[in-house]
């Protein structure tokens, strides 16, 4: 079954949706749409995303520990996994990101993984940019892109 709920964090409230004991879903609500989340109901697991998540807004925390079972086409599980393999503090190009998956000429396809990731933060898809170094779209906004980069980096972007 799966359940969700609705957290307080300092870049705003997150749905965390989980199912069989999996994190399925992390996304703000403003963003949530008419996406079927289940039912509202607090869990152990969502809790514990929730307190990794805030742990990682603070500072505490830059690998996070959960069960994760995001929902889509083997192509964007594939893209999603990479993009677990980039290290804190550190971004990727989506033409790296092809490489890495060993289909560079996907690029744009990996864009739109990128775009469709359910486990926004939990995958890092804010870590992705574009091959010259700009900041290119984000679900969350650059506002919020810009801020999750500083933070890891933990400096100010000058390039964007």
């Known amino acids: ?5 609705i957290f307080k964090t300092k870049i705003g409230e997150l749905l965390i ?4 004991g999996f994190i399925s879903d992390v996304t703000p609500t403003l963003t949530k749409g008419n996406l079927d989340f289940g039912i509202l109901e607090e869990s152990e697991i ?10 990682f807004f603070d500072k505490k925390r830059v690998d996070f520990d959960l069960p994760l ?3 889509g086409t083997d192509f964007q599980k594939q893209v999603w996994q990479a993009l677990l393999e980039i290290p804190y503090g550190e971004t990727r190009s989506y033409k790296e990101i092809a490489i890495a998956i060993g289909n560079p000429k996907a690029v744009r396809a990996v864009g739109m993984a990128n775009n469709r990731n359910p486990i926004s933060f939990i995958i890092p898809c ?3 940019i574009g091959s010259d170094g700009s900041l290119v779209g984000y679900g969350g906004g650059m506002d919020l892109k810009v801020f999750l980069l500083e933070l890891e980096s933990g400096k100010p972007l000058t390039k964007f």
Request: glycine share 0%.
């Open 1 to 5: 079954m799966k359940t969700y709920n």
């Open 17 to 20: 949706a989980q199912e069989n």
């Open 46 to 55: 969502t809790n514990e995303a929730a307190k990794q998540l805030i742990d």
């Open 69 to 71: 079972k995001p929902k």
């Open 126 to 128: 804010h870590r992705v």
